[in-house]
């Protein structure tokens, strides 16, 4: 699934880990959607250098909800190559 801010971006699959517990807001509701030792797939965008600038994934807690996710909450394992 698509998050609105993926739109236009050059997205790579990426595998990662939850280094720290990443929070979504569920109306209101402030919600665990990644716990700490998850290991992930998503999408990822890197910038020239190859540092990831940008990342989006589906809750590991929740089926179906996705959204961007703070890269400095992450450690990338593998990422897919062009």
Do not use: Q
């Not at 698509?2 to 509701?29: A, S, V």
């Not at 020239?48 to 940008?54: D, H, M, P, R, V």
């Amino acid at each position: 699934m698509i998050g609105e801010f993926d739109m236009g971006r050059k997205l790579k699959k990426i595998k990662f880990e939850i280094i720290e517990p990443i929070h979504w807001d569920n109306w209101g509701r402030i919600v665990v959607a990644f716990r700490k030792g998850d290991i992930c797939t998503g999408e990822g965008e890197f910038d020239e250098e190859g540092n990831l600038i940008y990342a989006s994934a589906e809750s590991s807690i929740y089926d179906g909800i996705s959204d961007s996710i703070p890269i400095e909450s992450i450690h990338v394992i593998n990422r897919t190559v062009d």
